[in-house]
């Protein structure tokens, strides 16, 4: 078990989850923060657009990157001061990215704030894992967490706009220095250490192949929608991604001091529900990325407005996330995350029948589905995840959610937003081909919605009302295919789930149980 270098009493462990959930919030906040922000630091910066992409970019896949190594360190040297460490690294990296001049330095800086990032996001688990250690404070307590990850992701877009508003673009970097601060102070008072005891010497090797099996798999994943998925460069980091991490498994599988478990992997209750997990994500960033734009360019809100509206998201999630491991108890861990997927499919598939003529009211059940499907379905799947795992692994257990976390999101944007584009070529690009159209201004019509828009506002009369009109019945057509394919994708993650994931976890000493967890799982699932 990990070892502890305080007593933990009962108020401790709860004054110490705030700590962590708020340190958690800005980290997971600031992947989709920056979107709303992009349009201001270009015309600032005079960035290109793909100066732009590398601005959200470089966070995410060093961030991604990382995530193993980070964990093994908190494991190694104290998940307390991996912790701190990272809060210090984020809040540099932010301030420095807000008073950042040009997109070079900018680019730098947001990889720097991924380092931190990487150090914080899963440390905050581990930490929790380790004070928590009833199994239902444990569960509580990752509902809890588990509803800051996705609060986050949600409101990032509603801060973004509400701060673009009221001060310049370097506000969504600066807004985390203080809270960062804030949160290095409170936990060297309030967090204990711990660290796996038993600890073996470091593994370079490991540590080297898993930050560029990572880097290469997120950034072939980000890169795919604007240089499509044929693309040599994608297909060389997708293809090199997987030499590099089947590498990492080989040499893990015979390395005498691990940086990794592999044998975690044959604990289905690990296996199934972290997949589940990376799946929710999946859904929930895809779909963010889709509406956002939905309701901005196809409805016409602004930033502010459209984050505005994206929150019964994050309301419904908040308030679902904790009571799901309520009812995990009483019902199982299966027929919850059975149903949280379950919702998200059928939120998806709701939106799929959306028209140009449609309005928000149209669209408000969805985003309800879906938040309270996310709600129910990533708190357990966490807990099965960091209740399967010896205590002493939790830091490296948590960058394992964590990554699939990162993957998941990844994906969902990738695909489902390659999806979107390319329905949306197929069909305006047609419509267009006997115009004598400059290849400048069919390549920013072509290039996304908003770009269309910004040409049919220029063009005018009615030649500019019937471009904008194709251009969004394009974009809507796009969307429902995409959305389409993503319920299709996680209604079958539910069936999954229905037949494979443990109902409970195994009495402790058996297979399956986190003192085991390298064993598999022996229990049906009943």
């Known amino acids: 078990m990990g070892t502890r270098s305080d007593a933990i009493t009962a108020q401790h462990r709860w004054v110490t989850l705030p700590v962590l959930c708020i340190s958690l919030l800005v ?93 914080i996001m899963p440390s ?169 734009q939905y309701l901005q360019f196809s409805l016409g809100y602004t930033a502010l407005q459209a984050g505005l509206r994206i929150a019964p998201i994050a309301g419904v999630l908040l308030v679902i996330a904790p009571l799901s491991i309520v009812l995990m108890r009483r019902f199982g861990t299966k027929p919850i995350v059975f149903t949280g997927l379950g919702l998200i499919a059928v939120g998806l598939a709701l939106i799929s029948g959306t028209t140009v003529h449609g309005d928000y009211a149209n669209s408000l059940p969805s985003f309800l589905l879906i938040g309270a499907g996310t709600g129910l379905a990533l708190a357990p799947c966490t807990d099965s995840v960091m209740g399967s795992l010896p205590i002493e692994h939790a830091g490296v257990g948590s960058a394992t959610n964590s ?23 197929d069909q305006i690009a047609p419509a267009l081909v006997h115009y004598p159209v400059p290849k400048s201004i069919m390549e920013l019509i072509n290039g996304s919605l908003g770009g269309a828009l910004s040409v049919a506002q220029h063009i005018g009369g009615h030649t500019g009302v019937a471009l904008a009109d194709l251009a969004r019945q394009s974009f809507v057509s796009g969307m429902n295919l995409a959305v389409t394919v993503g319920a299709i994708v996680v209604g079958v993650a539910a069936v999954i789930v229905l037949a494979i994931l443990p109902n409970r976890a195994a009495p402790a000493g058996s297979a399956g149980s986190a003192g085991s967890a390298g064993q598999s799982d022996q229990q049906s699932g009943a």
């Open 124 to 292: 905050t688990l581990a930490i929790l894992t380790n004070v928590f250690t009833n199994p239902d404070e444990r569960a509580r307590a990752i509902g809890i967490w588990s509803g800051t990850t996705g609060l986050g992701v949600a409101i990032g877009p509603v801060l973004g706009g509400w701060l673009l508003s009221h001060y310049w673009w370097g506000s969504v970097f600066l807004v985390n220095v203080p809270i960062a601060v804030a949160g290095l102070l409170a936990a060297g008072w309030l967090v204990p250490n711990s660290k796996d005891p038993s600890s073996k010497r470091p593994d370079p090797v490991g540590a080297a192949l898993s930050i560029v099996g990572m880097t290469l798999l997120l950034w072939g994943i980000i890169e795919a929608p604007s240089r499509s998925w044929t693309s040599g460069l994608v297909l060389g980091a997708l293809s090199g991604s997987v030499a590099v991490l089947t590498g990492f498994v080989l040499w893990e599988r015979r390395s005498t001091h691990p940086m990794f478990e592999l044998a975690f992997f044959r604990s289905r209750r690990f296996s199934v529900a972290m997949s589940a997990m990376g799946l929710v994500i999946f859904a929930l960033m895809g779909g963010l990325f889709l509406l956002t």
């Open 27 to 119: 980290v997971s906040l600031d992947t989709t923060i920056l979107n709303v922000a992009l349009p201001a630091i270009a015309r600032s910066m005079n960035a290109s657009s793909s100066e732009l992409q590398w601005f959200a970019d470089a966070y995410a896949i060093v961030l991604a990157g990382l995530l193993l190594v980070a964990g093994s360190l908190g494991d190694r040297l104290g998940r307390k001061w991996i912790f701190m460490a990272g809060l210090v690294v984020f809040a540099a990296g932010s301030a420095a990215s807000a008073f950042s001049k040009t997109p070079d330095t900018l680019i730098a800086t947001r990889a720097f704030m991924g380092v931190g990032g990487a150090a």
């Open 403 to 425: 990554a699939a976390l990162q993957t998941g999101g990844a994906l969902g944007v990738g695909i489902l937003g390659s999806l979107l584009n390319t329905r949306y070529q």
